[in-house]
């Protein structure tokens, strides 16, 4: 498989699904 | 004026260095690689990427260094102070924490990965024909990395202020 890193568009979209799963943790588990 | 100032700095330091990062991977990287091909890619790497560097590298070191007064300041409780807090993803402090967590993780690929082994390519530092290719790769691997972790930094940064966290997280 293809490191995502390699291009930018997929460096883009690892960023936003990154976000998307650490805003769900810390709305489930922190504050 | 209460922690304006520290916020003030933290974000203009910030865009320097987050400004920067993206510089290099969406622009001086493509570059590079269409000058290579043209034979004007030495004008880069020698009078562009040493300056650019070096303000990025020293951006990321003000970013932490103000980032870690403001949560001094501005997120600790009587018992336990904001950079404890923060780190420790305590109470209101967590969700900047998280992107304290992960600006730290960025600042660390700066300064051990992204430049010792830029310095090798650039040739700022002796380097054997071998031990180029894998530095580049390091670097470049260790940028894409800090452009991806940017996103959720920033999000937590901004969302995780005492005057958003509410409304976001519930």
Redesign the interface.
Known sequence: MKNPLDTITGTIIAGVVLTLILYLFARGFLG | MEFVIERWLHILSGITWIGLLYYF??VQV?GLGAAKADGTAPGITKHIAPRALMWFRWAAAATWITGALYLLTGHGTEETNGILRAFA?Q??A??IG?GAWLGTIMLFNVWVLIWPNQKKVLGLVPASDEEKPRAARIAF?AS??N??????ML??MI?GSPAH?AGI??
């Not at chain 2, 452009?147 to 959720?152: D, E, H, R």
């Open positions: 991977n969406f493509p993803l109470g209101s967590a969700y998280l691997l894409r990395t452009t991806m972790l940017s996103f959720p999000f937590f969302a966290q997280f519930g």
